[in-house]
């Protein structure tokens, strides 16, 4: 398989990588963002854009690859709902609107988040706006599109969160998210099992189109 990360920089961006470059039916990995990446593999190519809401000219680099892996996310905290969407609904629909164009039999993945409201009406923000790019990506031209909703996730291999009060967060909680996850299994993913899930949904797909944090491990233990 070709495969394409969005986010790779980020704590789950890198695990997804991890497991993809570990993987032996991956043939290309490209990642996009826009910093430069810095990885050594002979398999993983990098498209650096400075400008995310803007894909034309791309063609030739974004076409013939069988996955999309989206795990670019903001966090919503201090913005206003107008700047929330920007960074997280139209960069999301940019890329994959470009995307389902060039490559319709493509298998997109995308990182939302446990709590999302798909009814698009809740009280929280956040909640709103992953909810409205949800039923925006359903309705894209995509051979599947399966949506990924997390809860706590324990970095490992090294991943680490861009966000710096994640970042602590995770620093206190080191000692006790292995508990959690041998106490409450269904609840606490590991960037390791949402990579491998991820791999799982693009090779054979998955029982259906959004996966709670339970449907992510259990698919994770299919691969």
């Not at 920007?86 to 995307?99: C, G, N």
């Not at 490992?156 to 080191?174: P, V």
Request: aromatic share 8%.
């Amino acid at each position: 398989m070709k495969v394409i990360i969005f986010g790779a920089s980020g704590m789950v961006g890198q695990g997804v990588l991890r497991e993809c470059l570990l993987a032996g039916d991956i043939e290309q990995v490209l990642t996009v963002g826009r910093s430069p990446g810095t990885g050594r593999d002979s398999r993983l190519h990098d498209l650096t854009l400075p400008d995310m809401m803007n894909y034309a000219g791309l063609d030739a680099q974004l076409q013939g690859f069988d996955a999309c892996f989206f795990c670019l996310g903001v966090s919503s905290s201090g913005l206003t709902e107008a700047a929330y969407s920007q960074l997280s609904y139209e960069l999301t629909m940019a890329a994959a609107q470009a995307l389902a164009r060039l490559n319709p039999q493509m298998t997109f993945i995308y990182v939302s988040g446990a709590g999302t409201d798909s009814t698009e009406q809740g009280p929280v923000m956040w909640a709103r706006v992953k909810g409205r790019t949800e039923n925006a990506l359903l309705r894209l031209p995509f051979k599947a599109i399966y949506l990924f909703r997390p809860g706590v996730i324990q970095p490992l291999h090294g991943a680490r969160s861009k966000t710096a009060s994640y970042r602590l967060f995770y620093m206190l909680a080191r000692p006790v998210l292995p508990l959690f996850r041998a106490l409450l299994p269904n609840l606490v993913l590991t960037t390791e099992s949402i990579g491998r899930a991820m791999l799982v949904a693009a090779r054979k797909g998955a029982p259906k189109a959004v996966l709670e944090a339970a449907d992510i491990n259990a698919l994770a233990r299919t691969g």
